[in-house]
């Protein structure tokens, strides 16, 4: 439990002296009548605890002159009967032993300490406005203590947001985050091969969602707890709707398939495109369109290294997809023209990236306090995913239409310039059509 203890450790070093900080776990959500979603924890909470159950909550004490920093933990008591039905709880006394906590208490006994812990405290970090359930809990807790007030006791007189704090620790990767994240590709990269040579023993014909299976397969059969994200597993022209993900269509001679999907394995996401033939062969305009995409990114690639700003990758993929579309005739004018006006987004209308760890879409500011784009530092972890999407307009040549190609791959960014954690995912145009003979 040693890189939590040090996270909390870090945070509390940011809060200012006497203050307190409060996160709370993710509530369980029902799914219908008698049944919840599979469970998964608040991941700034997660970050900071290691602590998986629901119900419970994370208080940081700093310190001050008079008293020593302080990690309390609150969650659910032992209860033999709930755990023949639902499994194992540390319970307060396990949890403070296995997870490093000062102290740990009975969930229900979180308001009294509450109360206790705000009396005299320089300020209150808390994720404000939030939910209406938390800013009422956080109410009764400043009213209790100012119900105290002619003891001498004081309420705290500043509230801070917590999220930005634990936000800007979370954007910067340790070794122990690195491992898992590698990992997680590594698995990811397998099951989208694993796609790969499903499709080319079955052939066209196959459905979106027999391919959604052989990825949860994979990933599931290597340890990864959860998909990461809901999969797209797009064929034909449903490759050209962004976040299509219903993967009911039944696949075609002649179509290109594209599989957006990545695992989550501890708590951390992997998030990989691959697009490939579903026959097993490019045809000549999908091959165009791709080596277009591939060498977009590889141009992305050379704009990630510390120092760099963040929006550089975009820019360098970008100036290559529009130089290709005026190659391809997809679009007409200068380069110039087409970068300055943005025609280039008829084909290609997102972003090359984002942050990427224990959210798919991670947190942590991409401009700076003056609105620039943020510059590049080692332990940033992004994805790399430019992408071209064609549907049939006036204009736009026919051999084109319905092909939608994005290729994404997650970097971390270190001292020399990036690791690539996603490269066992097959990527080429050779490496595809070989491994699907």
Not at 205 to 219: Q, T
Not at 323 to 339: A, H, I, P, T
């Amino acid at each position: 439990m040693k890189p939590y203890a040090e996270r909390r450790a870090r945070l509390l070093a940011r809060m200012e002296p006497g203050s307190v900080a409060v996160i709370g776990t993710a509530p369980e959500v029902a799914r219908n009548a008698d049944t919840e979603y599979p469970y998964r924890h608040d991941s700034s909470f997660y970050y900071l605890t290691g602590f998986t159950e629901p119900e419970a909550v994370l208080v940081l004490v700093a310190p001050r002159a008079s008293a020593a920093a302080q990690s309390i933990l609150f969650c659910r008591e032992k209860h033999p009967e709930s755990e023949i039905w639902d499994g194992y709880r540390h319970g307060p006394q396990a949890a403070r032993d296995a997870f490093g906590f000062d102290f740990a208490f009975p969930i229900g006994a979180l308001d009294e300490h509450m109360v206790r812990q705000l009396s005299n405290a320089s300020a209150l970090y808390a994720g404000l406005a939030r939910s209406a359930e938390a800013s009422e809990q956080q109410r009764r807790w400043l009213e209790g203590v100012r119900k105290l007030a002619r003891s001498g006791v004081c309420a705290p007189p500043v509230l801070r947001d917590l999220p930005p704090l634990v936000d800007e620790m979370r954007l910067f990767k340790d070794e122990h985050e690195r491992a898992v994240m590698l990992r997680a590709g590594e698995i990811s990269g397998a099951a989208h091969a694993r796609a790969m040579r499903f499709a080319g023993r079955a052939g066209p014909g196959i459905f979106e969602y027999e391919l959604e299976a052989e990825l949860l397969h994979e990933f599931r059969r290597n340890g990864a707890q959860f998909p990461a994200y809901t999969p797209i597993v797009a064929s034909g022209a449903n490759a050209c709707v962004l976040h299509y993900n219903a993967n009911n269509r039944r696949t075609e001679r002649g179509d290109l398939v594209l599989i957006d999907a990545g695992c989550e394995l501890d708590g951390y996401a992997s998030d990989i495109t691959r697009t490939f033939p579903v026959n097993g062969r490019f045809s000549a305009p999908q091959r165009a369109l791709y080596e277009l995409v591939l060498a977009a990114q590889q141009a992305a690639f050379g704009a990630i290294a510390p120092g760099r700003h963040y929006h550089d990758a975009h820019d360098a993929a970008v100036r290559v997809l529009a130089q290709g579309m005026l190659d391809l005739g997809l679009l007409q004018g200068s380069l110039e023209e087409v970068l300055a006006e943005k025609h280039y987004t008829q084909f290609y209308m997102h972003g090359t990236g984002h942050w990427i760890g224990m959210d798919v879409h991670d947190v942590g500011l991409y401009r700076d306090s003056e609105g620039a784009s943020r510059l590049l530092q080692p332990g940033m972890a992004m994805t790399v995913e430019p992408g071209i999407y064609v549907r049939p307009a006036a204009g736009v040549p026919e051999q084109f239409w319905n092909i939608g190609i994005r290729i994404e791959d997650d970097v971390l960014v270190n001292a020399s310039g990036f690791e690539l954690l996603t490269g066992s995912a097959p990527k080429t145009i050779a490496e595809i059509e070989a491994l699907m003979k």
